[in-house]
């Protein structure tokens, strides 16, 4: 090993935090490098006084620590159960830091994008840089349909510019595949790595990287902006490993930016005792309120199901907006209610097509949905996020149901009204009693209105 091979290998060495590197160097390789202050060894799994801790995840539950017959150490040796999926790590190996010098592309960025931003998104993406200025955390609370991807250009130009590395994380690979073209398009001619599980780019740093929040446990001290998309949205807010990766693969004086429609609990009352900055966009970039949801009581709906019906209000719901053509997405609680109520307007001779989250014919049902298609889109909440479909109905049966919370209401009503030429969306909660969630959501979007009416008449 010589500096100019530990150089070649440095953007590997930088990305595999997650893996012991003897399947990448030789034993006598590492200690050079340690030696050489390049890179810096710890222990994957750590002995604590009344269990362990995995340094990789940052677990230390005692239920996922296991023993394992090791052939490394030929005894039988603890191993992390909790991040196996990124390969299994035992009490005898150890994880290897980069701790030479950092990528130094100054890099020429040059934001080719010429759209031009609303009140709201110009406000946010002012107070976005002024974050990354001043090294404070940021909660971009923006409604659905917002357009918050817009609102990061400039500060991700300004971050840039000044040697930083910022990573685009989020929870689905569906965002990621979305997010890729539209940011290579606005960073013409920037070195971006794109991550997620089964991404052909493995081993990369560049200056940007957009990547599922899984992908950040490679990690290490890598980023000074780490920008959280969908902060509330599964896995992240249940995964407390996942909060780890990304504290861990946040450099020193790095920071945060939350973006979301419906923040956590948690988070909101962060930003109310003032320990999280936060900056609200109200409206949608059209400049219309959104949609309000309304309720419908329909009495016993499982028991008709059963029997192979709908409710009548439903049906003629429905019917109503096909006449006028207009297209519905109907959100349901399950699986197996998605494909009864499917069959059922199907005998009713509509123009319908379900879809779940083990449909692997998903994506061309929505893209054939997207192009009038089919009438009706029956969906679990798989669709309650990131799909946009012009002048679409929007329907929940079984709104009592646990599986929708206040977020997930207020994602699948903000399916509504997006497109500027029909921005009057119906939405509807059918329901066999009102919930708290319910309420809620309804609260959250009548107060987000009053937010954007009192901006506006304050210009
Ligand atoms: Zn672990
Ligand atoms: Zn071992």
Redesign the pocket.
């Known amino acids: 090993m010589n500096m100019n091979k530990a150089m070649e290998l440095r953007p590997q060495l930088q990305s595999r935090h997650h893996l012991p590197f003897e399947c990448l160097c030789s034993s006598y390789e590492l200690e050079w490098l340690e030696e050489q202050g390049l890179i810096k060894r710890t222990s994957a799994i750590e002995k604590r006084a009344n269990g362990y801790k995995?340094n990789?995840?940052g677990?230390s539950v005692r239920r996922q620590f296991a023993l394992t017959p090791c052939e490394k150490c030929q005894k039988d040796c603890v191993y992390?159960r909790?991040?196996i999926m990124m390969g299994k790590?035992t009490a005898c190996s150890s994880l290897y830091e980069w701790i030479g010098p950092q990528i130094e592309e100054t890099c020429q960025v040059e934001l080719t994008w010429q759209g031009e931003l609303s009140n709201g998104q110009k406000r946010a993406s002012k107070k976005l840089i002024e974050s990354i200025k001043n090294n404070t955390d940021l909660l971009v609370w923006a409604v659905c349909g917002a357009g918050k991807t817009e609102v990061l250009f400039h500060g991700i130009e300004y971050a840039l510019s000044r040697g930083m590395n910022v990573c685009i994380a989020t929870p689905r690979t569906d965002v990621v595949l979305e997010l890729e073209p539209r940011i290579r398009q606005v960073f013409k001619g920037l070195n971006i790595a794109v991550l997620y599980g089964g991404s052909p780019q493995r081993f990369q740093i560049a200056p940007l990287m957009i990547a599922t929040t899984h992908q950040l446990i490679r990690y290490k001290n890598a980023f000074d902006v780490i920008i959280i998309d969908e902060v509330d949205a599964f896995p992240y807010s249940i995964d407390e490993s996942l909060q780890f990766a990304v504290q861990k693969a946040i450099r020193k004086n790095g920071i945060k930016i939350y973006l979301s429609a419906t923040p956590s609990k948690q988070m909101k009352s962060d930003v109310f005792r003032g320990q999280l900055e936060a900056v609200k966009i109200p409206l949608r970039f059209h400049q219309q309120p959104l949609p309000v949801p309304t309720f419908q009581w329909i009495g016993q709906w499982k028991k008709r199901l059963e029997k192979k019906q709908l409710p009548p209000t439903v049906v003629e719901w429905i019917e109503k907006h096909i006449k006028n053509r207009r297209r519905i997405l109907l959100f349901v609680p399950s699986i197996s209610i998605m494909k009864k109520t499917t069959n059922i307007l199907r005998e009713l001779h509509m123009n319908v097509e379900g879809v779940s989250a083990d449909d692997k014919d998903r994506k061309q049902k929505v893209k054939q949905f997207r192009e009038h298609g089919y009438d009706v889109l029956v969906t679990t909440t798989i669709l309650e996020r990131g799909v946009t479909i012009q002048n679409v109905q929007v329907g929940v049966l079984g709104a009592e149901s646990t599986i929708f919370t206040e977020s997930a209401l207020v994602q699948i009503a903000g399916r509504a009204g997006r497109h500027p030429e029909y921005s009057q969306g119906d939405v509807l909660f059918f329901h066999f009693g009102l919930t708290r969630s319910m309420k809620q959501a309804k609260k959250h979007i009548v107060q987000m209105n009053h937010t954007a009416l009192r901006e506006f008449s304050e210009k």
């Open positions: 995995c990789r995840c677990v992390c909790s991040c790590v």
